[in-house]
């Protein structure tokens, strides 16, 4: 018998109880159908979108804030109590997140017809979809797509949450080019985990060996996951495809993937590097952290002579502001200004008080072999209207023929 290896699973350690969706008949919820035009509490339900082990997905208008919202719902009736703190679980962890590439949670409802995630309504099509109708994607756009990918799991892992189903239908292509991680109804906190010891989570075709092993899982399970993403995304299959879960599980622990470029051979080599590393068996040789998977991307996809993708300056939001001057420099230039300023001020000054060298006759010379002699010396000031001019003498003093360098100082103020 085969099951349909895409679906998210949750397995027992019993290997021969094989289950195709995430939980079996009897923990499934019952099912619920709302239809559109449905009032639930200021929601108005407009469509179906989906649905699965975990609750039905509407999209709704809020009609208080008049914004398109997502209702997962999980009803009440004949639903396990486990069900119920699993999707409790879910909500705690996506709480926690506030990141432009993770589908933002804005409330959890506790209704009678049931409990209800209010979400973020992302208009686009899965990566799964872009790569069933469209194929490969060019290495260029998969490094850009992939980079906003590890930034949400960047964040997501240091508010310590594990997301455990990072496969392409998980991950949302906006209209503007932007990803969305969504569905964390298998996500684990770090400091508390709702599911059994042991339990494998995830998808199949996904899951990394250590989860089908019985061991914990940590940050390094979602970069195993995003690997074989990734493979997917630029050779369009899969590295393991196998008729059997028991098959395709062995593949994930036991056999060597064929290298990316053996089905795509325009892939370079760095990158297929990066994708082998990423899933490697064994976590510890795998990247430690999403940062560091995400730099290796990015060095060995195409771009500048340094082999970094060029990425648009608002690819992850808005541009940042214009580079302004250095404070440094800026400080400069007003010193500057202000030295040329005091130096301007200090000639006006000695100017103003005659104090300017002249080889034939001093200043207050000058000027009065320019006045009349019957002309008062208070004339003078009406060449020089910056100076103090004291009050008019008698009769000029007679000429001194061994001035010091203070004479015409003294005389200019009446000493």
């Known amino acids: 018998m085969r099951t349909k290896l895409g679906n998210t699973i949750d397995l027992s350690t019993k290997l021969l109880e094989r289950r195709t969706t995430q939980a079996t008949a009897s923990d499934r919820p019952a099912s619920v159908s709302l239809e559109p035009g449905t009032q639930v509490d200021r ?27 997502a209702l997962k719902l999980l009803p009440r009736r004949q639903c396990p109590p486990e069900q119920l703190t699993r999707f409790r679980a879910e909500a705690q962890a996506q709480a926690r997140l506030r990141s432009p590439h993770i589908v933002t949670l804005y409330s959890l409802l506790e209704l009678p017809l049931g409990s209800i995630l209010v979400l973020e309504y992302v208009e686009g099509e899965t990566l799964e979809a872009r790569i069933r109708f469209n194929g490969p994607l060019p290495a260029d756009d998969a490094v850009r797509l992939f980079d906003q990918i590890l930034r949400g799991v960047e964040h997501m892992h240091q508010m310590g949450v594990v997301h455990r189903d990072l496969k392409p239908s998980n991950l949302v292509l906006t209209k503007s080019g932007h990803v969305k991680i969504m569905d964390f109804s298998v ?33 390094r399970s979602d970069i195993y996951t995003l690997g074989i993403s990734l493979y997917q995304a630029v050779t369009g299959r899969l590295p393991y495809e196998r008729q059997t879960d028991y098959e395709l599980m062995h593949a994930h622990v036991q056999e060597r993937p ?37 730099h290796a991307l990015l060095r060995a996809g195409p771009g500048d002579e340094h082999g970094a993708a060029a990425l648009p300056a608002n690819a992850f939001g808005p541009a940042l502001p214009a580079t302004r001057v ?20 200090i000639a006006a000054l000695l100017y103003g008080l005659g104090l300017y060298p002249d080889d034939s006759q001093t200043p207050v010379e000058a000027s009065r072999a320019e006045t009349a002699p019957g002309t008062p010396k208070t004339a003078m ?35």
């Open 43 to 69: 929601y108005l339900i407009v469509e179906q979108l989906g649905g699965g082990g975990m609750g039905m997905v509407y999209r709704a208008l809020d009609t208080e804030l008049s914004r398109d919202v």
């Open 258 to 294: 064929p290298g990316p470029r053996s089905l795509a051979p325009s892939l370079s080599k760095e990158i297929e590097r990066v994708i082998l590393k990423a899933i490697e068996k064994e976590p510890s040789r795998r990247f430690q952290t999403a940062a560091e998977f995400r």
């Open 326 to 345: 250095r404070p440094g420099g800026r400080r400069l230039i007003v010193g500057f200004a202000l030295d040329l300023l005091l130096v301007a001020s």
């Open 187 to 219: 996500a684990k906190l770090l400091d508390q985990d709702v599911y059994a010891p042991g339990t494998m989570l995830g998808t199949l075709l996904y899951i990394p060996p250590e989860q089908i092993s019985g061991r914990s899982s940590d940050a």
């Open 381 to 415: 000031t009406t060449q020089r209207p910056a100076r103090l001019v004291p009050a008019p003498k008698p009769a000029p003093k007679p000429k001194k023929t061994n001035q010091d360098a203070y004479d015409a100082l003294r005389e200019a103020w009446g000493q």
